[in-house]
């Protein structure tokens, strides 16, 4: 439905299309807001098959993306109307294959010849709220260069959000919108520049913001950075939160305040807060029946009176807002329903009931609208990003805040956050805080500070609001959160559609760790980020008897924030040979977990490492009859053995043949041995654990584009071929024949059929239970810290206690020559800390592992049609901590490689880009028994997923005393003289 209003004037209306139906809209409102006018609740279904609609509002769930002129990916909550859109729902009528994947697709971005220069300002601003657009102002005004970057269409943010384009008003509608308004007319006159529908999707550093604007990928560099990104709806799941016509407080207020529209006639506006009743007043006005406000918050009373009277003191005139929103819902004869929470929601493709639990039993409400408003959390993944300093809020499902002094200056010299993106304040507080922020930002560039007396009425200011947030969240106190009572049908990751059940599961199977929960199940793994289901997922650990929530116990930041094109980041860059080494810092204990310890363990054989080397080695020794314990620094399977794309290489990579090889290529030949028999093992383990490994032995390509490059592979696939792997060289013609998506310009390619991918997730995991269903006994949190000779056999200190066993199998992998080196000998094994790149899922593209002849490339794409993306793109590296991180130039030169061989890509959105510790040695594994300390054995290689199972096989048969499966002195320390 259309609201009217006596001082608004609705623009053009203009036609599209909506999964092959003609329809209008009006000229400057947002898809999302001409579907809901027309009642369209039901935007795409997801790949299980669910309707899904618009939920946040925002852009910050991608729930709402549909398929815009063959464009994918789309927020139709943020993409504004243009006419004769054609606009399809993935997944809609008279779609076929998986929801995600499209019928037709077109590029998302151009690839750029070249990139736009860096742009260096005084002062980048993230966001154009009320924190970032005062801030701005007061900064621009003192004479510094200033840049605002935002990703709505509008200034104003969620607050200040103005009227839409669609309609023209002939003054401001309420204080609010005048609000607003008068900020903005500052900021315009102040002289600071703004970028709107502007994606700042990563931040590599303080001086290095990535942002896509007007289609094109630039980097910024701030002297000074400032953090306004404002905040988001505390997510709280219930059975059928996913259900079209189900949405945030703010979507809702979105579409009927900015918007004018609403896509129901009924509605219960429910959770947790003031803002709820706002809402349900602006609607009731606007003719939408209100069947009800739930609020969990008991009902006033007595024991509130001092509270009200405080809040009353500091904001007088936002309590007589609050009472006439109030005294409106009464009037209307709209229950209130006090004490109370909505604990389902139903309905078939769409709502049309919500069931409610109150103090006096349990109520069915019939709706066609369900608003779900349990306050906010800050937007601070740019922050986390960073490594600013945060704490976890533990308030309901809780959240992170961002730490930082009075005046918003966080743990980084030159990095403020301000707003609700650092701490959820309110607007007022948001502009007070930008004052004290602006006044920082001056003095520490030398510049004079603003009036003493701005500063002043800012402190002041800033004091009595928070008085008034402290009052006003006293008498809407929530009911703690329980996730004990969220029932395992309810979708916790609405992006991959994981219930609590298969998160549970997983704990039980894989232990309480949030890691080994999103490898497990990919929660978190979305689109998203994570944002609508990483503190429940945190609680649900928690609750198991995981790590509390805090920082470290949630998920991993990741680039980039929000999904971006790929063509737009795809910028050639130098080729190099191999891996950059890196010497990763001695592997110490996770400081955010503590587990107890044990007095002494004893056991035949300790194996140092529970990545899926370790786990395979245990596994074959315990099958063996030994008793063996696995300890690692960390959860099992968390390093290079869950980072990889998981490709089952047998051909030599292109960097370990030829001038880019080391020692000459010898050693990685000697590999060739390995690779055809450990696949084989790989196919027994799948048939052992009982799971879907995804191995998929198509062949591999390793393709060439000039002629020197055919000759390359003429004289690797030679070799290989006198060590037993089959490789033929083909052309141009029959690679298009083998794979007609790939670029046309491609000379040839060499095709190993013995190549092929597996699910490195399900693989690894399915290691270690079967290593632990063979008797081996998995230890997290049990760091090595010392080793020494006991008699015959060793002692080995662990964070978690002392270990006394007859043989140690060393398989840290990049941290092996520190596990070595306390044994009495340091191994030539460095670290080569590597990224990856994954895309949204698209339609079927390659059905072959595809490599490139003299470019660092690895391409596959996954059963669920993701495209993974690597081959070798160095990470950066943590001296501190030894965590990897993903670099902004290997992003970049990763998707150009990728896109120039897959034309195809160009047509996918970047989803997330991923860091994790390799192994560099000499291209062979080492193996064996190490000299001069008997009964001390190697296990690493740097082709550790392929190699898993068979360099375990060997090292067991070694260890054992058994005649090896084959010969390992290629493999051995002696090589190295």
């Known amino acids: ?51 899904r609609g618009l939920w946040c509002g925002m852009g910050t769930c991608f729930d709402c993306v549909v398929t815009v002129d063959g464009r994918t990916g789309q927020r139709a909550c943020l993409t504004k109307l243009a006419a ?47 924190a970032g657009l005062t801030v701005a102002a007061a900064l621009a005004e003192a004479g ?25 008003p002939a003054r401001a509608l309420d204080g609010q919108f005048a609000a607003g308004l008068v900020a903005t007319e500052r900021f315009d006159r102040s002289g600071a520049q703004r970028w709107q529908e502007a994606t700042v999707w990563s931040a590599f550093a303080a001086d290095e913001l990535a942002v896509l604007h007007d289609g094109r990928h630039r980097i910024l560099r701030p002297r000074r950075l400032v953090l306004a990104t404002g905040a988001y709806e505390r997510p709280v799941p219930i059975p059928g939160w996913t259900l079209p016509g189900v949405m945030t407080t703010g979507a809702a207020q979105t579409l009927a305040r900015a918007y004018r529209v609403f896509p129901g006639r009924r509605a219960v506006v429910a959770g947790n ?17 209100i069947a009800a406000v739930v609020e969990s918050a008991p009902a006033p009373g007595v ?61 069915r409400i019939d709706a066609d609208v369900l608003a779900l408003g349990h306050g906010f959390v800050p937007s601070s993944e740019l922050a986390r990003q960073l490594g600013c300093r945060q704490r976890f809020v533990d308030s309901h499902v809780g959240a992170l805040a961002v730490e930082t002094d009075a005046t918003g200056r966080t743990s980084l010299e030159t990095v403020w956050s301000i707003g609700d993106g650092a701490a959820i304040g309110g607007s007022v507080v948001a502009q007070a805080r930008a004052t004290l922020a602006a006044d920082a930002i001056l003095m520490s560039l030398d510049r004079p500070s603003l009036a003493a007396s701005a500063v002043a009425a800012a402190r002041s200011g800033l004091a009595r609001a928070e008085a008034f947030q402290d009052a006003l969240w006293t008498l809407f106190r929530a009911p703690p959160f329980d996730p004990a009572g969220i029932a395992d049908d309810t979708v916790i990751c609405r992006c991959e559609g994981v219930r609590a059940g298969a998160i549970r599961q997983a704990i039980a199977g894989g232990g309480a760790d949030i890691g080994t929960v999103k490898r497990l199940t990919r929660t978190g793994m979305g689109r998203c980020q994570g944002r609508n289901c990483a503190a429940t997922a945190a609680r649900l650990v928690a609750a198991a008897g995981g790590a509390a929530p805090e920082p470290r116990a949630l998920f991993a930041p990741r680039p980039p924030v929000v999904p971006v094109p790929l063509a737009a980041l795809a910028f050639e860059k130098p080729e190099w040979g191999g891996h950059r080494r890196a010497v990763p810092p001695p592997a110490h204990p996770r400081p955010d977990r503590h587990r107890p310890r044990w007095a002494m363990r004893e056991t035949d054989v300790l194996v140092v490492g529970a990545g899926v080397v370790g786990a395979a080695v245990a596994r074959e020794l315990a099958l063996a009859g030994l008793g063996v314990v696995v300890v690692d620094r960390d959860a099992p399977g968390q390093q290079a053995s869950t980072a990889n794309a998981g490709s089952l290489h047998v051909q030599l990579l292109s960097f370990d043949f030829g001038a880019k090889a080391e020692a000459d290529g010898g050693p990685a030949a000697a590999t060739l041995r390995l690779g055809i028999p450990s696949v084989a093992l790989w196919r027994k383990i799948e048939a052992a654990s009982g799971r879907d490994l995804d191995i998929k032995i198509t ?64 693989g690894t ?213």
């Open 1 to 51: 439905m259309r609201f009217s209003h006596p001082d608004l004037a609705p623009g053009p209306r203009i036609p599209f299309r909506f999964d092959g139906r003609d329809m209008e809209g009006l000229d400057g409102e947002t898809i999302a807001a001409a579907l809901s006018a027309a009642g369209v609740t039901a935007f795409r279904r997801h790949r299980d098959g669910d309707p």
């Open 84 to 130: 004769g859109m054609e606009i399809e729902g993935p997944g809609g009528p008279g779609r076929t294959g998986p929801g995600d994947a499209a019928p037709r697709r077109a590029d998302l971005a151009e690839t750029p010849p070249e990139r736009v220069p860096d742009l260096a300002v005084d002062v980048a601003v993230v966001g154009a709220g009320p």
């Open 144 to 168: 510094l260069d200033v840049l605002v970057v935002d990703a709505r269409p509008d200034p104003g943010g969620q607050f200040w959000k103005p009227v839409a384009d669609s309609h023209r």
């Open 273 to 289: 807060g003031p803002l709820n009743f706002q809402v349900a007043a602006d609607l009731l006005r606007s003719g939408v029946e």
């Open 303 to 363: 024991a509130n009176l001092a509270a009200a009277w405080r809040a009353a003191r500091a904001a007088p005139g936002l309590i007589a807002q609050g009472l006439g929103y109030l005294a409106a819902l009464k009037r209307a004869g709209v229950p209130i329903l006090w004490g109370s929470r909505v604990i389902a929601a139903e309905g078939g493709d769409a709502l049309t009931a919500c069931r409610v639990a109150t103090p006096s039993g349990e109520r």
């Open 699 to 762: 062949g591999g390509l390793m393709v060439g584009e000039t002629a020197r490059d055919m000759e390359f592979l003429a004289a690797k696939a030679r070799l290989e071929g006198e060590h037993g792997v089959e490789t033929h060289v083909v052309g141009a013609n029959e690679l298009r024949d083998l794979e007609p998506a790939l670029w046309d310009g491609l000379a040839g390619a060499a095709l190993c059929p013995a190549e092929g991918k597996i699910d490195p997730l399900a």
């Open 765 to 977: 995991f399915a290691v270690i239970a079967l290593a632990q269903a063979a008797g081996a006994v998995f230890e997290a949190d049990a760091a090595v810290l010392a080793i020494a000779r006991e008699g015959t056999g060793w002692r080995v200190e662990t964070a978690a206690g002392p270990v006394r066993c007859g043989r140690i199998v060393n398989c840290a992998g990049a941290w092996s020559s520190h596990v070595a080196a306390m044994a009495g000998r340091p191994i030539p094994v460095h670290g080569a800390p590597l990224q990856m790149l994954v895309t949204e899922p698209g339609p079927p593209l390659v059905s072959r592992l595809v490599a490139h002849a003299n470019r660092h490339l690895s391409l596959k794409q996954t059963r669920l049609g993701s495209l993974l993306i690597g081959g070798g793109w160095s990470a950066g590296l943590d001296a501190a901590t030894g965590a990897s991180s993903s670099l902004g130039w290997a992003i970049e030169g990763n998707a150009w490689v990728a896109t120039r061989v897959l034309p195809a890509a160009r047509r996918f959105h970047l989803l997330r880009a991923w860091a994790g510790m390799n192994i560099n040695i000499d291209g062979a594994p080492i193996l064996g028994e190490m000299p001069g300390a008997p009964g001390f054995y190697n296990c690493v290689t740097s082709n550790g997923y392929t190699l898993a199972p068979i360099v375990a096989r060997l090292t067991a048969d070694t260890l054992l005393g058994r005649e090896p499966a084959l010969p390992i002195a290629p493999f051995t320390l002696d090589r190295f003289g």
